[in-house]
């Protein structure tokens, strides 16, 4: 009977065991960054929406510092670096360490061991987000340096705007039928990514950045994530990809409700489209987070009837703010927990079994 049991009690610690490492290897992960989404921010959205938001679902839900090497106070440079590299970084830097030295960020990482990459974003491609996964150069505002440096990122695919940063470059040179050389398929409109299913695509559907969701840019965010998931999925090696709902942040320095609420729903929109296809591959990690706080936001009241919401904001910038972090799928447990924003990276590198050399 001893024996019966050792060797039941064998097989039940050998069958977790097996659990704990499939739970701790994804094949892909999808990073979506609400850009300046507080607390405050995604409360707003649930409470402006009449059915319950796919943010809500996540039940592994930790908080990340994010001060800047330089500031308590982060920029998106800093803080999209710092989520993309692992590594503190002065404010405006992008993709560099506090020295000026090039960091390797998880795209990177996910190219160099054969996986496919992706960036869809509500804003240029070449903003501080989005850049801090593909560039490495010493300012945001370098806009033109971020966009070539979208040729040597190995990314497979990005999904936004800033067109003009490609094209009408003080170099003179085009960027876009370089790219179209490279083997990229180029996409001008949501009609023409939608269209492509496989292979590599650049789509940019905008000149500069794409409007905001109250002013017509329709569901070009869930959308995108949708047409990046279904071409990056074809790869058997698996992929990573990072959304980011940039206008969040916009609506915080406008200190206008209306704004982060029609950007958060978007956004949640997104989130949902990277669930529903976590649940059907099983194997798809998927973290939501914040870079920063931005505004200051105070919830005063909310009217039940109307869904209308009365905020108060401390400021038109950003503030020091702990951030949350929902994470959902297989190591979805190791972003519990409170922790430095350089931990995203950690952890997704650790889900990945990637070295960071």
């Keep these: 009977m001893k024996r019966i049991l050792f060797f039941f009690s ?25 850009d300046g989404m507080s607390f405050a921010h995604v409360q707003a959205g649930i409470l402006a929406s009449e059915t319950p938001l796919n943010i809500e679902q996540f039940r592994h839900i930790g908080f990340i510092h994010t001060s800047a090497a330089d500031d308590f106070v982060t920029d998106s440079g800093a803080a999209g670096t710092a989520l993309a590299t692992g590594v503190k970084t002065n404010n405006g830097f992008i993709g560099m360490d506090p020295d000026g030295n090039p960091v390797k960020s998880i795209l990177h990482l996910a190219s160099e061991n054969r996986l496919s990459t992706g960036v869809v974003v509500s804003c240029a491609v070449t903003h501080a987000t989005p850049a801090a996964f593909i560039a490495h150069q010493p300012s945001r505002n370098m806009t033109e340096e971020i966009a070539l440096d979208f040729l040597d990122s190995g990314v497979d695919v990005f999904i936004g705007g800033g067109r003009n940063h490609f094209e ?35 789509g940019l559907v905008a000149a500069g950045h794409p409007p905001k969701y109250s002013e017509g840019r329709g ?37 206008d409700v209306e704004y982060i609420v029609n950007e958060m729903l978007d956004f949640d929109r997104a989130v949902g489209k990277a669930l529903e296809f976590a649940r059907n591959d099983g194997n798809t990690l998927v973290i939501v987070t914040s870079d920063h706080d931005t505004g200051g936001m105070a919830l005063h009241g909310f009217d039940g009837d109307t869904r209308e919401i009365t905020a108060g904001f401390t400021t038109g910038g950003h503030t020091g703010l702990m951030q949350p972090v929902f994470a959902w799928g297989p190591g ?5 927990g409170i922790y430095d924003n350089t931990g995203v990276f950690d952890r997704m590198l650790a889900a990945f079994g990637f070295s960071r050399n």
């Design 219 to 255: 569901d070009m965010l869930p959308s995108g994530t949708e047409a990046a998931i279904n071409i990056l999925g074809n790869n058997p090696e698996g992929f990573f990809l990072m959304v980011e709902g940039a206008q969040i942040d916009w609506g915080g320095h406008d200190n």
């Design 168 to 202: 009408n470059r003080q170099d003179g040179r085009n960027l876009l039928e370089e790219l179209e050389a490279m083997g990229y398929q180029m996409a001008y409109s949501m009609e023409d990514v939608m269209a492509v299913s496989s292979g590599r695509l650049a």
């Design 10 to 34: 064998l097989a039940v610690l050998v069958t977790f065991a097996s659990s704990c490492n499939r739970e701790e290897a994804p094949d892909n992960i999808i990073l979506l960054i609400g």
């Design 332 to 336: 979805a447990d190791a972003f519990m």
